[in-house]
């Protein structure tokens, strides 16, 4: 899937291609925003989206187009977080009904249930450590590129600080 990013928070995507048409867009010196694939997006363009595209995109005359893998990993952290505080409002919304069903099924299944759930809670953490390391390693791993942030600039495209 690509990402095409305008300024003023204009997002659109298209699921036909990915980093490869890229990387051969940026050698051919095709320009993929005049391509007629592309759909709006349901959510507006992020800051970190720009700081993503002024590394990993390829400049167009409609803005940067670039993989949407990276912009992936970037909002996974927060999109986790946000599942992590739904899933925990629902559980509590249930626990007269667990403590029901602890009564219920007797000795051990209270400890039995809260020694499962700290394991969830303890991997739930994990998966939210990879996932902030991978965030980081997005916006550490690749400098922005001067070219791209020049062409975001002439676009009228605001530049976050930090990039």
Not at 40 to 51: G, I, K, M
Not at 94 to 115: H, I, M, Q, T, Y
Not at 121 to 145: C, G, K, M
């Amino acid at each position: 899937m690509l990402y095409l990013l305008a300024p003023a928070s204009h997002l659109k995507w298209t699921d036909v291609f990915g980093q490869s048409l890229i990387d051969s867009a940026r050698s051919e010196g095709i320009d993929l925003g005049t391509v007629d694939w592309w759909k709006v997006a349901e959510r507006p363009a992020t800051v970190n989206d720009v700081r993503v595209a002024l590394r990993y995109g390829v400049a167009s005359e409609a803005g940067i187009v670039l993989d949407a893998g990276n912009v992936a990993l970037v909002h996974r952290p927060g999109e986790l977080r946000a599942t992590f505080a739904e899933a925990a409002a629902s559980r509590r919304s249930l626990e007269p009904l667990f403590a029901k069903v602890d009564k219920w099924a007797g000795e051990g299944a209270e400890e039995s249930r809260r020694s499962t759930d700290d394991g969830v809670e303890r991997a739930l953490q994990n998966a939210l450590i990879q996932a902030d390391a991978e965030a980081l390693e997005v916006f550490t791993a690749v400098e922005p590129v001067p070219a791209l942030v020049e062409h975001w600039a002439r676009l009228g495209g605001i530049t976050p600080n930090p990039i």
